[in-house]
């Protein structure tokens, strides 16, 4: 792939929630280069589907993923534990992009793969321990736009959606993990394929 298509589109908004620090840059890849690095991302990555624990049992992910990052960047969540694949240039491109622009490092990225309007993701939080106590979490999607849900965890009353559209990107950091869940939910009528990349900065455990 040609060095041209990590340029970036980078105006972006600062989302005003409660207990939440949330940046959307609308368009951070221009269409074009968003479709291709979707289709490259779709082809190259050796997706899997693992099984996770939920209330104590075993389920499928309703979704494909992949992890890649540095090789301290182990991962564990649900009962799942990920060792990381090895960085390809198309994503240390990403991930470079992201940095210069942010400010933020990251040493890992999980790929999640919507196949279809029957994929999804559920209610949780980026919380576990390795992630630190304010972890910042850059989400890039790629593909068919899928609304993005949010709850305050112990405030009923405040809910967020936004449209994650392709070439899109949302840095959540601050408070917003300890304070809220985000979810991907089934749609009803059909949907495009579509890639998210959530870049995460993973604390090594002292040993």
């Known amino acids: 792939m040609q060095t041209s298509l990590f340029d ?10 409660e207990d939440a620090t949330l ?22 990555t050796p997706w899997r589907q693992e099984q996770i624990r939920i209330a104590g049992l075993p389920r499928l992910q309703p979704r494909l993923s992949a992890w890649y990052g540095d090789t301290e960047a182990e991962y564990t969540y649900s009962g799942l534990h990920l060792k990381p694949l090895e960085w390809s240039e198309e994503l240390r491109h990403i991930k470079q992009a992201i940095e210069q622009h942010t400010g933020h490092q990251f040493n890992s990225v999980l790929l999640n793969y919507y196949r279809d309007q029957e994929d999804s993701m559920g209610w949780h939080s980026d919380d576990e321990p390795e992630l630190g106590p304010q972890p910042v979490i850059a989400s890039l999607s790629l593909g068919g736009a899928r609304e993005f849900a949010l709850k305050h965890k112990f ?14 990107l949302l840095i959540m950091s601050g408070d917003t993990q300890s304070h809220w869940q985000h979810a991907i939910a089934k749609e009803k009528s059909p949907c495009q394929a579509r890639i998210n990349l959530t870049f995460r900065q993973i604390i090594a455990k002292q040993s």
Request: hydrophobic content about 35%.
């Open 8 to 17: 970036t589109e980078q105006a972006g908004e600062r989302i005003t929630l």
């Open 23 to 44: 940046d959307f840059y609308p368009e951070f890849y221009a269409s074009a280069a968003a479709n291709q690095l979707s289709d490259h991302l779709q082809n190259a």
């Open 155 to 168: 405030r009923k009353e405040l809910r967020y959606k936004i449209a994650l559209c392709n070439g899109s």
